[in-house]
T-cell receptor, first 117, second 109 residues
Framework: DGGITQSPKYLFRKEGQNVTLSCEQN?????MYWYRQDPGQGLRLIYY???????QKGDIAEGYSVSREKKESFPLTVTSAQKNPTAFYLC????????????????FGPGTRLTVL | LAKTTQPISMDSYEGQEVNITCSHN???????ITWYQQFPSQGPRFIIQ???TKVTNEVASLFIPADRKSSTLSLPRVSLSDTAVYYC??????????FGSGTRLQVQP
């Protein structure tokens, strides 16, 4: 929260279908991130973007895709190639200006819970 | 990966002070230590961040000794609403944060 919105809150998908999760921020932050969280576990980084039209793979990018056409938006697509997509997905943003950022703080959205039926 | 080590769980009672210690032996010169709080089915919430010595804000204090190989989050006079998972993270360069499993704090009446 605090300027980061994710939609929908709950999402159900049939196996074999692609699905896109929305993330929008109005904080004028340069950087945006997608994490996945499984029950009882910490967050794992899927993709991140430090500037418009550029993004980098995180630790578990396989089966996911992203785009960053606008500064405010960083949608995540969960493709049918993702073998176990049921999880809680969290989007975050931070200032992260290219010139620095050692103390860059990430702010998280409320999350989307994806369930594959 | 920029890993940290912290206890899996802790128990406390309302009104007590809670100290959660995190180890980060290989911390880099430019790394900061950041703590987040997470409630079930919500995104993590930033609590406090520091580089060395002591930092205090309206909700917590963070103590980092001179060698910076550990840090301690101090929550004064916890209440039931402080029951949550607390994550200690070090920022490795300009990449995104690396989360461990965190410390599950249970506050009892």
């Amino acid at each position: 929260d605090g300027g980061i919105t994710q939609s929908p809150k709950y999402l159900f998908r049939k196996e074999g279908q692609n699905v896109t999760l929305s993330c929008e921020q109005n904080l004028n932050h340069d950087a945006m991130y997608w994490y996945r969280q499984d029950p009882g576990q910490g967050l794992r980084l899927i993709y991140y973007s430090q500037i418009v039209n550029d993004f980098q793979k995180g630790d578990i990018a396989e089966g996911y895709s992203v785009s960053r056409e606008k500064k405010e938006s960083f949608p995540l697509t969960v493709t049918s190639a993702q073998k176990n997509p049921t999880a809680f997905y969290l989007c975050a943003s931070s200032i992260d200006r290219l010139a620095g950022g050692e103390a860059d703080t990430q702010y998280f959205g409320p999350g989307t819970r994806l369930t594959v039926l | 990966l920029a890993k940290t080590t912290q206890p899996i769980s802790m128990d406390s009672y309302e009104g007590q002070e809670v100290n959660i210690t995190c180890s980060h032996n290989n911390i880099a010169t430019n790394d900061y230590i950041t703590w987040y709080q997470q409630f079930p089915s919500q995104g993590p919430r930033f609590i406090i961040q520091g580089y060395k010595t002591k930092v205090t804000n309206e909700v917590a204090s963070l103590f980092i000794p001179a060698d910076r190989k550990s840090s301690t989050l101090s929550l004064p006079r916890v209440s039931l609403s402080d029951t949550a998972v607390y994550y200690c993270l070090r920022k490795a360069g300009r990449r995104a944060l690396t989360f461990g499993s965190g410390t599950r704090l249970q506050v009892q009446p």
